[in-house]
C-alpha cells in the first residue's frame, strides 16, 4: 500500500485528491490529513479514509477536532509546529494544496523524508523555486506538478529533450470578466470576481484568475519547474479551458495537452505516474465543442502579467515579495477595503519599496529569509493601503 498524505484536505484540490483515493481504498495509507477552520469536514475525512493523524492549522481549534475525532483512532494536532511534524512523517506520496505561502514550509519538509510531492501549491514555487529544487534534489525526492497548465507541459515532454523546446504556451480561460469594458473593472465586486466561467477552484484562485495574478504566478511556475527562459514563455487567452497547454518545439511542431476542466486530471496523472490510468473525467466532444479561440492577453487589462516579468527579471527575493503582496492585496479586497484594479497598483508600489531598500531582495534565498521578506511584504501592503484610504 502506498502511504499518502493530503495538505489542505479540505479545500477544492484537497477534496478532488481525496475523491480519487477513495475509489480506491486497498491501495492507500493514510498518514496525515490537515485543513483549516472547516473541522467537520477534516475529521469526517481522516474517519472516512482511517489517517493516522489529522491536524488544523489553528491552534485554537485542536479542542474541536479532539472531540470530532473521539473514539476513532486518528491522533489530532493544531498549529504551525504540528503541520511541519505531519509533513516530516514517512509518506510516498504528499499532496500540496494548501493555499497560498503557508504551503511551502510544509511542502519543504515533506521532501526533506524524500516524499514524491505532487505540488498544487504553485506558492512554492514562486516563493522559492531554486531552493525546493535544491531541496528536492538533495533529498532524491521528486516534484511533480499539479496545476493543470504544468501538468499539460510536463505530458508534453514525456520522451522530450527540454533543449529542443522554443516556446512554452499557457492558456488563461480570462477569468470572471474577460469580456468587461475595462472601465468597470474598478468597481468589481467580491462576488462578481469569486465566479469562474470554466473551472470550479477555491474562492482565492478564482479572484486571482480574474485578476491575471494567477496566470501571473503560473509563468514564474513556468520558468522555475522546467526552467525555460522567461522570454519564452507565453500566454493565450483561451475561453475555451480545453487546450491547457502547448510546448514549440526547434523543429516547428507544437504538442498542445488537451483536456475537460476538471482538476482531477492533474490530480490522477500525479497520483498514477509514470503511468496513466483510467481516470473519472468527462471525455471531449470536440466536435460538439466546434471551436478553440487565442487571442493575446491585453496588458492593461492585466497588469499583474507585466510584474510577473519584471519579477522573473529580479529574480532574488522578489518571487516571494510578489507573491505576499498579492495575497495581503487580496485580503484586503476580499474585506473590502481596496478595489478590484487596487491590487496591482498595491503590489507594484511595494515592489518598488523594496527596489528603493538596499540589499532587502537580494538576500540568500534560505527558508527563513523566505519568510521574514514575506511578512514585512504584508506590512508594507497593510501600510500601503492604509495611506491610499487616508
Ligand atoms: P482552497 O481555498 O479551496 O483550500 C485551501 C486549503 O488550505 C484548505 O484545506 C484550507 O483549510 C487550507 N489552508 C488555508 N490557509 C491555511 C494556512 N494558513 N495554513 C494551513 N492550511 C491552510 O484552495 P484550492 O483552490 O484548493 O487551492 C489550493 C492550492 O492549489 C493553491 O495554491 C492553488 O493556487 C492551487 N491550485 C488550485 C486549483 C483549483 O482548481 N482549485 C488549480 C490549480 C492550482
Ligand atoms: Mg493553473
Known amino acids: 500500500m502506498r502511504k499518502v498524505s493530503i495538505f489542505g484536505a479540505t479545500g477544492s484540490i484537497g477534496q478532488n485528491t481525496i475523491d480519487l483515493i477513495a475509489r480506491d481504498p486497498g491501495a492507500y495509507d493514510v498518514v496525515a490529513l490537515t485543513g483549516g477552520g472547516n473541522i467537520t469536514q477534516l475529521a469526517q475525512d481522516a474517519r472516512r479514509l482511517g489517517a493516522d493523524i489529522a491536524v488544523t492549522a489553528f491552534e485554537d481549534r485542536l479542542g474541536d ?84 497548465e504544468h501538468s499539460a507541459v510536463f505530458q508534453a515532454l514525456v520522451g522530450e529533450d527540454i533543449a529542443a523546446v522554443e ?44 485578476s491575471m495574478f494567477n496566470k501571473a504566478l503560473e509563468v514564474i511556475e513556468t520558468k ?91 529574480g532574488g527575493l522578489s518571487g516571494a515579495i510578489f507573491n505576499a503582496a498579492k495575497e495581503r492585496a487580496l485580503d484586503h479586497f476580499i474585506g473590502r477595503r481596496i478595489g478590484f484594479l487596487d491590487m496591482a497598483d498595491a503590489v507594484a508600489a511595494v515592489l518598488e519599496r523594496f527596489e528603493a531598500a538596499d540589499g532587502l531582495v537580494d538576500a540568500p534565498l534560505t527558508l527563513d529569509n523566505v519568510q521574514q521578506t514575506d511578512h514585512l511584504t504584508r506590512q508594507w501592503i497593510d501600510e500601503t493601503v492604509l495611506q491610499r484610504a487616508g
Request: glycine fraction near 8%; include cysteine; hydrophobic fraction near 45%.
Open 224 to 314: 522555475e519547474y522546467f526552467g525555460v527562459d522567461p522570454a519564452n514563455i507565453e500566454v493565450l487567452v483561451h475561453p475555451e479551458s480545453t487546450v491547457h497547454a502547448l510546448v514549440g518545439f526547434q523543429d516547428g511542431a507544437m504538442m498542445a495537452h488537451l483536456g475537460a476542466p476538471d482538476m482531477r486530471h492533474a490530480i490522477g496523472y500525479a497520483l498514477h505516474w509514470p503511468e496513466r490510468r483510467d481516470l473519472p473525467v468527462e471525455r471531449l466532444d470536440l466536435a460538439k465543442l466546434g471551436q478553440l479561440r487565442f487571442h493575446t492577453p491585453d496588458e492593461a487589462r492585466y497588469p499583474a502579467l507585466r510584474l510577473a516579468r519584471e519579477v522573473m527579471q529580479r
Open 65 to 148: 477536532l479532539r472531540a470530532a475525532l473521539a473514539g476513532s483512532g486518528v491522533q489530532a494536532a493544531a498549529g504551525q509546529a504540528a503541520l511541519i511534524e505531519a509533513a516530516a512523517r514517512p509518506a510516498d506520496w504528499v499532496m500540496s494544496a494548501i493555499v497560498g505561502a503557508a504551503g511551502l514550509a510544509p511542502g519543504i519538509e515533506a521532501l526533506k523524508q524524500g516524499a514524491t510531492l505532487a505540488l498544487a501549491n504553485k506558492e512554492t514555487l514562486v516563493c522559492a523555486g531554486p531552493l525546493v529544487l535544491e531541496t528536492a534534489q538533495r533529498h532524491n525526492a521528486r516534484l511533480l506538478p499539479v496545476d493543470s
Open 167 to 210: 516556446r512554452v504556451i499557457i492558456t488563461a480561460s480570462g477569468g470572471a470578466f474577460r469580456d468587461w469594458p475595462l472601465v468597470d473593472l474598478a468597481t468589481a465586486t467580491v462576488e462578481q470576481a469569486s465566479s469562474h466561467p470554466n473551472w470550479n477552484m477555491g474562492q482565492r484562485i478564482t479572484i486571482d484568475s480574474a
